[in-house]
């Protein structure tokens, strides 16, 4: 497993002052094997009270920019931050309670799924190096963002 600082956040400009709602500090990612659970393991600061409807956003694409399709049975593509109804919702969601609005603080967030395995798999993924995507959406305001590159075990 490896940890990643992530600097990339879009910042929302509120109130005159140019400051980011939601900082998504780290990720680590952990048994990226096919066939294997994928963990992501992040933590993230929420700097005021924030949350509507807020999702997260994932999206896979190749180092050379190409995206990968959003493909519900293979990668998540779209989880509640709130009000999460599949387990893997509850599990992310369990540091704040899974309601909203969440309170300023330091969180963590846990996501896991399992990588596919087969030769559609491996056609899909190439080396296995992908960049992913993490983008904290509530409405139309895009409230922290995160990209990483992650490199899957395709052997």
């Known amino acids: 497993s490896f940890i990643l600082e992530i600097s990339c956040y879009f910042t929302v400009y509120f109130a005159g002052q140019n400051q980011s709602v939601v900082e998504i500090q780290s990720v680590v990612v952990s048994n990226a094997k096919l066939g294997k659970k994928i963990k992501f393991d992040g933590t993230f600061v929420v700097k005021e009270v924030t949350g509507k409807q807020p999702v997260l956003q994932l999206s896979f694409s190749k180092p050379d920019g190409k995206k990968l399709p959003c493909d519900p ?11 999460g109804t599949t387990k893997q919702e509850k599990k992310m969601n369990k540091d704040w309670g899974n309601t909203c609005p969440v309170q300023p603080g330091t969180y963590s967030a846990h996501l896991s799924f399992r990588l596919p395995k087969g030769p559609e798999a491996e056609a899909l993924l190439g080396d296995g190096n ?12 895009v409230l922290g963002c995160a990209s990483i590159p992650v490199a899957i075990d395709v052997d």
């Open 73 to 83: 049975s293979i990668f998540p593509c779209k989880l509640n931050l709130c009000d």
């Open 130 to 141: 992908i960049i992913v995507k993490f983008n904290i959406v509530d409405g139309n305001k």
